[in-house]
């Protein structure tokens, strides 16, 4: 070793551990394991629904919820770092507005969403990334024994939470997509595979000319029903139970797939595509809701979810080229895509001249 090196270390361990530094975003990218599991806490508790009237104490906070009050507080005092919640006064938090959207009463709670994360079959499957990593195949089967849906059918535990968690964070994504595209003049919309059905009943109160097919298997009707009941537009919705990959409902101006390929297979993509394909007019066209993946180091959401998606099913989300083969192996045309920079964007597929 010599005198130089001895007296004087490459790098600043101070900058390091405190400054602008690799290591130090690191460190932060490490943190965001503990702080995820700090909010599942939080949101089980509801802490940010005894904020809504006013900033507590913790003390308070911990009474309302049955915690204990210095390790609630050392735990708000974390995600506040992250701006979830604020110190307004020594050891007295209120809501913010990222905090805000834990709230169980905003049309955007993620509540449910971050409930849903805390679940041991949740957490297993996330402790298990390797295993889809190596084998490609869905680390959630793998711990839990089911697939994803097939799971929680057969939970009435956690049905409803699961239910809630899936049907608010695509409804959020698949309406700011919808409001990209117009369907004023579209008087038949087929909606295929969405589901919970919300989006469909929202489109229906919007354009009050519109008629609709709703087109899903036979365990998600129930819940789709019960939503064009509340929403008032049941007497205008053909429901249709059945498999989408075997029968595809015709006459369509317009073919709605909120959220649906992402949750397929490419070869049963193409299944639905060419079906929809073989049925529709060629005045009509096909609205594909799901993210389009940039190339490239890019940042976009999606990308994140998308490794989600990995584990939990046989689901993966696609770039525009990916999408743009599809669709021509299906008999469609790419036409054009709006909302790229949302989670989920819509693309156009038309039919190709026969």
Same mark, same amino acid.
């Given at each position: 070793?010599?005198?130089?090196?001895?007296?004087?270390?490459?790098?600043?361990?101070?900058?390091?551990?405190? #400054?602008?530094?690799?290591?130090?975003?690191?460190?932060?990218?490490?943190?965001?394991?503990? !702080?995820?599991?700090?909010?599942?806490?939080?949101?089980?508790?509801? !802490?940010?629904?005894?904020?809504?009237? @006013?900033?507590?104490?913790?003390?308070?906070?911990?009474?309302?919820?049955?915690?204990?009050?210095?390790?609630?507080?050392?735990?708000?005092?974390?995600?506040?770092?992250? #701006?979830?919640?604020?110190?307004?006064?020594?050891?007295?938090?209120?809501?913010?507005?990222l905090g805000d959207i834990l709230r169980s009463d905003v049309p955007n709670s993620l509540r449910d969403?971050?409930?849903?994360? #805390?679940?041991? %079959?949740?957490?297993?499957?996330?402790?298990?990334?390797?295993?889809?990593?190596?084998?490609?195949?869905?680390?959630?089967?793998?711990?839990? #024994?089911?697939?994803?849906?097939?799971?929680?059918?057969?939970?009435?535990?956690?049905?409803?939470?699961?239910?809630?968690?899936?049907g608010t964070a695509a409804l959020r994504m698949q309406l700011a997509a919808a409001e990209t595209c117009d369907l004023t003049g579209v008087h038949r919309l087929v909606d295929v595979g969405e589901l919970h059905g919300r989006l469909l009943a929202t489109l229906l109160v919007r354009y009050p000319h519109l008629e609709a097919v709703y087109a899903d298997q036979p365990f998600a009707v129930p819940g789709a029903e019960q939503a064009f009941r509340e929403a008032g537009v049941a007497g205008r919705v053909e429901v249709v139970a059945g498999d989408y990959l075997r029968s595809i409902p015709p006459d369509g101006d317009v073919y709605l797939l909120p959220q649906l390929l992402h949750r397929l297979s490419d070869t049963d993509a193409v299944t639905v595509l060419a079906g929809i394909a073989r049925v529709m007019s060629p005045a009509g066209k096909v609205l594909v809701i799901d993210p389009v993946l940039p190339e490239g180091d890019l940042p976009h959401l999606a990308k994140v979810l998308? %490794?989600?998606?990995?584990?939990?099913?046989?689901?993966?989300?696609?770039? @525009?080229?990916?999408?743009?083969?599809?669709?021509?192996?299906?008999?469609?045309?790419?036409?054009? !895509?709006?909302?790229?920079?949302?989670?989920?964007?819509?693309?156009?597929?038309?039919?190709?001249?026969?």
């Open positions: 070793m010599t005198e130089q090196t001895a007296s004087k270390p490459a790098v600043s361990t101070m900058k390091e551990l405190h #400054g602008d530094s690799a290591f130090s975003d690191m460190i932060w990218l490490l943190s965001g394991l503990p !702080i995820a599991y700090m909010l599942q806490t939080v949101a089980e508790l509801g !802490i940010a629904d005894e904020l809504v009237a @006013e900033p507590l104490p913790v003390e308070e906070l911990a009474e309302r919820t049955g915690s204990d009050a210095d390790a609630l507080y050392r735990v708000l005092r974390g995600v506040a770092t992250k #701006g979830v919640f604020t110190e307004v006064a020594h050891r007295t938090f209120g809501l913010t507005p969403a971050f409930r849903m994360h #805390g679940q041991q %079959c949740m957490r297993d499957t996330y402790a298990e990334t390797a295993y889809s990593v190596r084998t490609g195949k869905p680390a959630f089967e793998h711990v839990n #024994g089911a697939p994803l849906f097939p799971y929680f059918a057969q939970r009435p535990d956690l049905k409803d939470l699961f239910a809630s968690f899936t998308d %490794c989600t998606q990995l584990l939990l099913g046989p689901i993966r989300d696609r770039t @525009e080229a990916e999408f743009r083969e599809l669709f021509e192996e299906a008999g469609l045309r790419l036409a054009g !895509i709006s909302g790229r920079a949302l989670p989920s964007s819509v693309l156009v597929a038309l039919p190709r001249p026969r």
